[in-house]
């Protein structure tokens, strides 16, 4: 059962200020990802709303079910992913 991902515009555009070999690593994990989210991705408890920690980024990623997409909103260094969502 393998995923699609989706990437929002803002996940995209830190995306690009991240380093090139380093867009590499996440590139492969997502595709390790697609194939078997749930091996990778936890529940946060407060929200509606999946994590993912490749090095020291945190993503986080709503995942639609029915279409079988992993949709990746927002990610940042692990400590400032939060803030996103206060």
């Not at 059962?1 to 991240?18: G, P, T």
């Not at 749930?38 to 079910?65: N, P, T």
Request: net charge positive; glycine share 2%.
């Amino acid at each position: 059962m393998k995923f699609s991902i989706e990437w929002h515009k803002q996940a995209l555009k830190s995306l690009e200020k991240v380093p090139p070999n380093l867009i590499q690593r996440i590139l492969n994990k997502f595709d390790e990802v697609a194939e078997n989210p749930f091996r990778y991705l936890e529940h946060l408890e407060s929200d509606q709303v999946y994590k993912l920690r490749i090095g020291d980024y945190q993503f986080l990623i709503d995942v639609d079910f029915t279409y079988k997409v992993l949709f990746v909103q927002y990610f940042d260094y692990r400590k400032k992913v939060y803030d996103y969502l206060k």
